[in-house]
């Protein structure tokens, strides 16, 4: 993924009186972390967007921060948090964590589902139960998300567990290899008719064995006869 960039000002707005930078379309934003004090900075909104969807959560930014027209610093950066308004979804702030280029770092990544399940078309459900692994990597090794390709699933019951996943070159996820990322399990109506037959089944049981039995029972009756008279 090529690398993504974000200009920002210093931002000398602070406290309610950001209120007054959102009705211009500008974010304010704070730069944060290990070895740096925190840095008060503002965005524009049009130029955020782009980046929230190409980045999300898991993919460095590359914030270039200017004072006036030149370019001072470049920070690279996770977008920590994104603050909305709850019933609005304006966007109202965010956090952006610096980070150390050369050490690793942990984050939750989405995990898609790319292509179709064999099984699934035939009438099977995808059962999806891990939508965000934990994976460690270098900042700029984090992937966007993890791809699991589903058009192995060929049969009920089949599955792929973290252990199958393939995985980008320096990227550790931290769950056993057993856990489940997805598989196909049985439709209701199958379940139903499973239990439904097997219902069937038990009760055919105990009346199939008191048939039986009185014919054993008779059976040993004419054997003794026989023994007797001969």
Known sequence: MPQITLEAQRRTVLGKR?????????????????????????????ALRPVLLQAGTT??????????????????????????????????HLDLFKVDLGKPVRAEVPVTLVGEAPAAK?????FHPVATLEVEALPRDLPHA???????????????????????????????PETVVVKVVPSRLEREVAAEEAEAAAEAGPAAEAEQAPAAEGGSARAASEEAES
Do not use: F, M, W
């Open 18 to 46: 950001v209120r007054r930078l959102r009705r211009q379309g500008i974010v304010p934003a704070n730069i944060y972390g290990a070895g740096i004090e925190s840095i008060p900075v503002q965005v524009d909104i049009r």
């Open 59 to 92: 993919t460095i930014v590359d914030v270039q921060l200017r004072d006036g027209a030149a370019a001072q610093e470049t920070y690279p950066v996770l977008i920590e948090h994104i603050q909305r308004h709850p019933a609005t979804g304006e966007l109202l």
């Open 122 to 126: 035939a009438g099977g459900v995808l």
């Open 146 to 176: 993890i791809e699991v390709d589903i058009s192995t699933l060929e049969e009920i019951e089949a599955q792929i567990t973290v252990g199958d996943l393939r995985l980008p070159p320096g990227v550790k996820v931290d769950a056993e």
